[in-house]
């Protein structure tokens, strides 16, 4: 018995530290992510309307490309959906280690300049039949993207489909550019309550369990 109950505590010490360090490295990371969707949701709107692009899979695609633009890639070049130079290319370039060393990645004079040429880039004719889908079924543009050949990841529509569902970026489907930034904060909120419940029935899972196995080996005892 007495060992049993110094496995739980040494258990409880555990996963405290390890649930206190990821808890920090899991708020660092949604902090960047908040301040990426705050910084580029415009953006992703404004193509939106133009293009008939789905906000939330362009906010999606930029979090996932460019790590939330923290990534080199898109601090030396702006380039935040991993765009590389093909053959119609006739602006600046970078050389970048990828699937294969030194890829030639474009280069972009700025963020916005990455969110038009990303529009511009699905609209070649091996995406058209995204456009066929409805704007606010962000689960079958994923899915094509990845069906298209965007990226050689073979989960890369589940890896999109997760960003976008965590962070609700679902929202943005839904929205227009004119006068977001009144209208962004309260978006934030609501996805940073998210968060917080999914935190809260995580642990109350665990706290379940340990109570159960509690007191499935005192009731042997």
Known sequence: MKEFFCF???FFVTFFFLFSKEKEEEKNYKKNVIKYIKDHVKFALEEMEKFKIPASIKLGQGILESSSGNSTLAKLTNNHFGIKCGKEWKG????????????????????????????????KSRYSKLFL???????SWAIGLEKAGYATSLNYSDQLISKIEKYSLWIFDEETSQEIEKRIDKHLNKIKMK????????????????YFLLKRKLTKN
């Open 195 to 210: 968060e917080k419940e999914t935190k809260k029935t995580i642990l109350k899972s665990f706290f379940q369990k340990i």
């Open 92 to 123: 600046d370039i970078y050389y970048h280690d990828d699937d294969l060393p030194k890829e030639c990645f474009r280069k972009y004079k700025s963020v916005r300049e990455s969110f038009n040429d990303h529009s511009k880039f699905l609209k």
């Open 8 to 10: 739980i505590f040494s």
């Open 133 to 139: 889908l409805k704007i606010k079924d962000y689960q």
